[in-house]
């Protein structure tokens, strides 16, 4: 079936470095793409959204582009910090159809930040 | 502001036995999910609701039920509980469809 997965599982990067997450979906009917962080022990936090219709928005150190040819979705994080380590899950939700108000997640990737 | 609210936080069942996971939110949202976690896997959706009354499969629904009577409320059952059902279960709330959903903290259920 229609799936969003992830190409790493694992991110290693020294402090300050730039890091960029990527996400593959499969589901062309997906509109709608959300980028979620996970510390230990807690549920998901929301970072950034962007719709079908923008192929890049921006956050406070943090940029989402997304890439409808190839239906690639990536989270880069500038100035990457300690508190940044943590699991990143994308997720992806239609804006119609029978599915809406589906949201489907990738399977995460640990990034993990050394000082 | 409590948000999202999830209890109990740990369970330990026998197979067999059943129990109700309770969600509530206080953000007036229509949209309610709950998900299950299992290590190295990400969130895989249960059973969603996009309004007081209403309910949808997601993707793994098989062994559970859920009811939304009230918009405040979204309920997770498990009839008979199976090992397999031991994860990590999530539960989260959004204004609409495609807006920020908000998470709880998570139950952990263990069936032995």
């Known amino acids: 079936g229609e799936s969003v997965g992830l190409h790493l599982p694992t991110l290693s990067v020294q402090e300050g470095d730039n890091s960029i997450i990527n996400c593959a979906y499969s589901n062309s009917a997906s509109d709608y793409f959300i980028w979620y962080k996970q510390e230990s022990g807690k549920g998901p936090q929301f970072i950034i959204d962007i719709r079908s219709n923008m192929d890049k928005r921006q956050g406070q150190r943090v940029t989402v582009l997304l890439n409808k040819t190839v239906k690639h979705l990536s989270l880069q994080i500038a100035a990457t910090q300690p508190g940044d380590s943590a699991v990143y899950f994308c997720?992806?939700?239609?804006?119609?159809?029978?599915?809406?108000?589906?949201?489907?997640f990738g399977q995460g990737t640990i990034l993990t930040v050394h000082p | 502001n409590a948000g999202v609210t999830q209890t109990p936080k740990f369970r330990v069942l026998k197979t067999g036995q059943s129990m109700t996971l309770l969600c509530a939110q206080d953000m007036n949202h229509e949209y309610m999910y709950w998900y299950r976690q299992d290590p190295g896997m990400g969130l895989r959706l249960i059973h969603y609701?996009?309004?007081?009354?209403?309910?949808a499969k997601g993707e793994v629904p098989d062994g559970y039920n859920v009811s939304r009577l009230k918009k405040q409320n979204f309920l997770l059952g498990l009839e008979s509980a199976a090992p397999s059902q031991t994860s990590v279960y999530f539960c989260a709330s959004s204004y609409t469809g495609t807006a920020e959903a908000f998470f709880g903290q998570g139950t952990r259920l263990t069936v032995v």
């Open positions: 997720a992806e939700a239609s804006l119609g159809g029978t599915s809406y108000g589906k949201l489907t």
């Open positions: 609701s996009v309004g007081e009354g209403t309910t």
